[in-house]
Nanobody, 124 residues
């Protein structure tokens, strides 16, 4: 079992930056691929990006060049640094962990554990 707790959400103006953190506890963190998803009001949950155990990263096209995912296997924490934020980035952001994903997956069904989510609001 893996427990995930996100933090760092909040309100930011368009063009600003925000960093989310996700602290993991439980099983060996370094063995898991970690992903970030988000869900805006009235919309389906969507893939944001992920980082493999070897630190290979993948991003959805809408955030490429603006968002950066990193991980610290000593602190059992994964980060999502969001720059040049836009109002359309407003959503609840979820941290996820997968024992089966080796490099990349944007399929939420392959992620075994989910955090409670943290709200990010970008004002125009």
């Amino acid at each position: 079992q893996v427990q995930l707790v996100e933090s760092g959400g909040g309100l930011v103006q368009a063009g600003g930056s925000l960093q989310l953190s996700c602290a993991a506890s439980g099983r060996t963190f370094s063995n898991y691929a970690m992903g970030w998803f988000r869900q805006a009001p009235g919309k389906e949950r969507e893939f944001v990006g992920c980082i493999s155990w070897s630190r290979t990263t993948y991003y959805t096209d809408s955030v490429k060049g603006r968002f950066t995912i990193s991980r610290d296997n000593v602190k059992n924490t994964v980060y999502l640094l969001m720059d040049s934020l836009k109002p359309e980035d407003t959503a609840v952001y979820y941290c996820t962990a997968s024992a089966s994903v080796r490099t990349f997956s944007n399929n939420s069904a392959l992620y075994d554990y989910w955090g409670q989510g943290t709200q990010v609001t970008v004002s125009s």
